[in-house]
């Protein structure tokens, strides 16, 4: 099977995967739907999402209520004492621990998104013996430590050594990690560091052994009650059993970590959209101004659509990808690239127009707003920012439109979308192939100099991320109509907010402005700041 995203950077719809919109089997269904029974019931006498912001801490009793449902090895698979979720089924469950707190659902993320997950990809038959059960129950957490003070964005950067001792056959590894999710709360911590050169091996270390230690705890803007910490290895020893998937090949196990990781974040991700747009129509639909319901105002209300549309789109986008990996599709690097961007900035745009909705009262303590917009804003930045999956998205995309040309026109159509929704697939289907020749021409233009060209790479990956979105936002349409007719509204309104946006990145020529954008930062690095006083004084 093709990639769907990277088909779009090629003018192409590629129709397999796509339609039908997958779906959960009954089984599937069934099984988490009884976690989120149990987890919704523990999570309301339990989990205070308020304190746990305010205390800095998640307590130890959610930790072990977490583990004995079943939360933490939701993704481990049932040989090893964990649920054996697909990507789809815990997405769903990761937005019902979003709803309720970000702070706990970073911790369950960052220990199976990203900790424990190299473990499951990679871990040969005895590492998953001796490491996924007790972290299926949580008697121990995982964290996943990469990033190092000078090996952020560019993640291959790793300066961590480990040095082989063939006497005590195991690597000695020194180094210092940073801005670790979990870090002072983990067990057993998969990492990587450089074994030759160029080369990175990834490791799993237990943080009993001797030459491990936590280093500084840092302050963070939100996801208060989660651990952030530097790490300390000098002279930590791990045996050679330790070592995770083939030497030397950590780099590409770590990425793929990331490629999971990042479309569960997304999907943590629509759990806030849809807290967020429930708590803004509660105040919005009570409080009065001027002697009417706020929510009845034109300017609410349009906020309420592109909250609902775009969180409707995010949802089809995340569970189209998720659903293309739970039926072992492999080549998912961009798609989880273009929904890791897509829907965080979603998310983050749907907090800002509910605190508006909320007034006043959503910038107060008092009520949730300024809190999820504290805890929302890291998503921006962690698992590779967005301005990096941009880019690695539009070099993965690009890079196969090129292949594609050479295999002949564009394919695919939307034949298959709903009739309520003829005229907008008519402009979508024109923008997805004008979006094949757009990049075409950029190719033709740069050749491999397009690399560099991030006004372009910017512009491109936003397109694509939309373009993605608008389709799978029909093939989920025709499935949700079944049941649901409202849905063509959902539906349409988004294709109605975003095709104008994709039109005019695609039509519109932005020479002047690339030219000015490169002038203006110029003068202003030359000045070291805004050079301007209107008053001198
Ligand atoms: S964890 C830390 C996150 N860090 C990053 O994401 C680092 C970002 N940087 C990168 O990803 C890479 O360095 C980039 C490329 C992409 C820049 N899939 O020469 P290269 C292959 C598969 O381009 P670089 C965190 O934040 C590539 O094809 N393969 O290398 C925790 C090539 O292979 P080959 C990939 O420029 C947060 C080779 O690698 C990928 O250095 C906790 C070299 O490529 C890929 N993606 O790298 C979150 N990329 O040689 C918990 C590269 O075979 C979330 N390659 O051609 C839980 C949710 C909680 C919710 C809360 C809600 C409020």
Redesign the pocket.
Known sequence: MESIAKGLFAGTIETEGLVPYPKLTDEERETVAFLLDAFRKFAKENINAEKIDAEHTIGDDIIKGLGEMGILGMTIPEAYGGFGFTPSQYGRV?EEM?RFC?ST??LV??HQ??GYKGIVLAGTEEQKQQWLPPLATGERLAA?A??EPEA?????AVKTVARYDAERRGYVLNGTKQWI?NGGIAHTITTIAKTGESALTTFIVDTAAPGFSIGKTERKMG?KGSSTTQLIFEDLFVPEANLLGRKGRG??LF??V??T?RM??AA??LG?CKEMIKQAYEFAGRRKQFGTVVGEYEMVRHKFARMAAYTYAAESMVYLSTGLVSGGFDDY?AES?LCKFFVTEVLWNVINDALQCAGGNGYMEEYPFERYLR??RI?LI???TNE?TR??AA?MGLRHAQKAVRGGAARGDLAWAPDGLRDECAELLALVRKFGEHNRALHERYGTGLNDREYHLERVADIAAGLYAAVATLSRTVEEIKQRPEALTYGRAFLHFELPRLRDLLESDFTAADTLKTAVSDHLYSKGGYPFDRWEI
């Open positions: 990761m979003t970000a659902a970073i993320g960052a998104s990203i996943f990469l990033t952020g964005s560019d993640a291959s999710t996801l780099f590409l990425m793929k990331l490629d990781g569960g974040l943590s991700c806030g690097a690239c805890d929302a998503n962690f698992e590779g990096i880019m690695y070099h």
